[in-house]
């Protein structure tokens, strides 16, 4: 094999495939290295019992960038996504459910059995959500600008984002003002009076993230979550054909076609460099490979404080990036499935509509703040929220006929544990969470055939996710936009030449969406022409 590249891509997760993608037609000599045996990161399929293909990590698919899957033709490598319909379902303790759809008016007729008023108002809603998200679309493909030493096109992109707020409509303007310091709860609150509604819509301000929906700062995360579109649909999510690991592969599959080289079970131990100039990379088997380029697909914290000598690094920009908040408090469970459950609100096993969405355990607000605050206090939380998915329910190539899978994905169960280890507690803590979705669908736990527990601790040693942090990095006010991954570096470069970031520990952050890889390739390839 060559033994010098233009480029070299450190991890292939769907950030660093895209990156890939780009410079590959972009003319470059690009090689992919992956740790794994496996390609995708967090967005992988992977086989975790005999028969079920199962969506390890990444379970959805909603942020992918309409341009990437245009300009890197992922829906003639396989890529394809079952739009849900309906879109969620919240069965409550006291038998009542909510159901919402992707027909508005059949979603207002859900509402309005817990309020009219608020089934009158929901359509406003929905149009300012559309109103704040194109805004938000704009600023997704922008290479942030330099607070610290702003140039020419530094002020001109400051410029650019200041008209932009400016020519907003006065309830966008404000509403845009508002959403960076709000919580999920805060922004919720003038719009609907109905508690069911409100916490079905705030778990997307949460999903993830360390903190609760009272936490500020979490409207912006509601919104960065219901920004995506499927099939033109905004905030509509779906299930990937053939599970998560089809994203990855698309893109690895346009990378190839483009001339991109991509080994797995190849180990990065160290990056090279020379005179503050990345020269290439150390395997773990002990080879060397050159390249003129470095990327680097891992987050921040594992890229500076894993792969390099400290000592090639500025004391202050040490200093911050070990200050990144990487703090992780999120586990999923997949389970092998029988049969499909019946609830109570819904009694039923065979298929029907709310088996197609996404399931939320959480009837209110105060019942997610609550689950938060034993969070923080190193607690895993006794009634956590949950988020389920059953994707066999629209791909039935993922099992053996008649059998399903189940995603859980849920909140809060902290890295950082006050007690004990998460090696030692995950699966009685999974047994905890499998009794309570048991009060809801009684007869649950007989269809569990097989399960698999992924705990914070799992996320960070299997998936390269500092702290079990899937958004390699709180995406909280204070490390966003110019400052992500730290203020002064949120141009994809670093402080090494020849060294880059593509991950989603830069700009605009996490999520199965692909931007950090597209805007890092960009710059790359600009400073290549430079």
Not at 281 to 304: C, H, W, Y
Not at 350 to 357: A, C, E, Q
Not at 424 to 447: C, M, Q, R, T
Request: aromatic share 8%.
């Amino acid at each position: 094999m060559n033994n010098s590249w233009d480029a070299i891509i450190i991890g292939g997760g769907h950030n660093g495939l895209v990156t890939a993608a780009y410079l590959a037609r972009g003319g470059l000599r690009v090689l992919v290295l992956e740790r794994r045996p496996v390609l995708g990161g967090a967005c992988v399929t992977e086989e975790a019992f005999p028969g079920f293909k199962v969506s390890t990590a990444a379970y959805l698919c909603s942020l992918m960038h309409e341009r990437i899957i245009r300009e890197l033709d992922l829906p003639r490598h396989g890529y394809f996504v079952y739009a849900k319909d309906p879109a969620f379902f919240t069965p409550l303790p006291d038998g009542r459910h909510m159901t919402m759809w992707q027909d508005q008016s059949k979603t207002c007729d859900e509402i309005a059995k817990f309020s009219k008023k608020d089934a009158g108002i929901y359509p406003r809603y929905e149009e300012h959500i559309e109103r704040l998200s194109q805004f938000a679309d704009e600023l997704m493909l922008v290479t942030p600008p330099n607070i610290l030493k702003p140039g020419a096109r530094d002020l001109w992109q400051f410029a650019k984002l200041g008209y932009g707020i400016l020519r907003a409509n006065p309830d966008a303007r404000v509403g845009l003002l508002k959403l960076f310091s709000q919580s999920a709860a805060n922004f919720l609150e003038p719009w609907f009076e109905s508690e069911e509604l409100k916490v079905t819509l705030a778990t997307d301000g949460v999903i993830g993230t360390y903190g609760g929906p009272r936490t500020p700062g979490t409207a912006y995360i509601l919104l960065h979550h219901v920004m995506g579109k499927v099939e033109g649909h905004r905030g509509l999510w779906g299930f990937v054909r053939g599970g998560m690991g089809a994203v990855s592969e698309a893109i690895a599959k346009s990378a190839q076609a483009a001339g991109a080289v991509i080994r797995t079970e190849a180990d990065v131990k160290r990056i090279l460099s020379h005179n503050g100039k990345a020269t290439g990379v150390a395997l773990a088997n002990g080879d060397e490979i050159q390249g003129r380029m470095i990327i680097s697909n891992a987050d921040p914290k594992r890229t500076f404080l894993g792969l390099l000598d400290e000592r090639q690094l500025d004391s202050e920009f040490l200093r911050q990036i070990k200050n990144i908040k990487t703090n992780g408090c999120s586990m999923k469970i997949n389970l092998a499935l029988d049969g499909l459950p019946s609830f109570k609100a819904l009694p039923g096993s065979n298929l029907m509509p709310h088996h197609k969405t996404t399931i939320h355990i959480c009837p209110n607000i105060d019942y997610v703040e609550r689950a938060w605050n034993e969070c923080k206090e190193g607690r895993p939380s006794e009634r956590p929220m949950l988020e389920i998915t059953i994707p066999t329910t629209y791909d039935n190539t993922l099992a053996p006929p008649g059998k399903h899978l189940m995603g859980i994905f849920l909140q809060y169960t902290p890295y950082h544990l006050r007690e004990g280890t998460w090696p030692k507690l995950k699966e009685s803590y999974a047994d905890h969470v499998l009794d309570l979705i048991e009060e809801y669908a009684p007869g649950f736990k007989n269809l569990v055939l097989a399960r698999q527990v992924v705990s914070p601790y799992d996320m960070e040693q299997v998936y390269g996710l500092t702290g079990g942090n899937i958004f390699h990095g709180d995406m909280s006010l204070d490390q966003l936009f110019s400052l992500r991954p730290v203020p002064g570096w949120a141009e994809h470069r670093t402080p090494i030449d020849g060294l880059y970031l593509c991950g989603s520990g830069t700009h605009p952050g996490g999520g199965v969406m692909g931007v950090p890889g597209y805007n890092a390739a960009r710059v790359i390839l600009s400073d290549r022409r430079s």
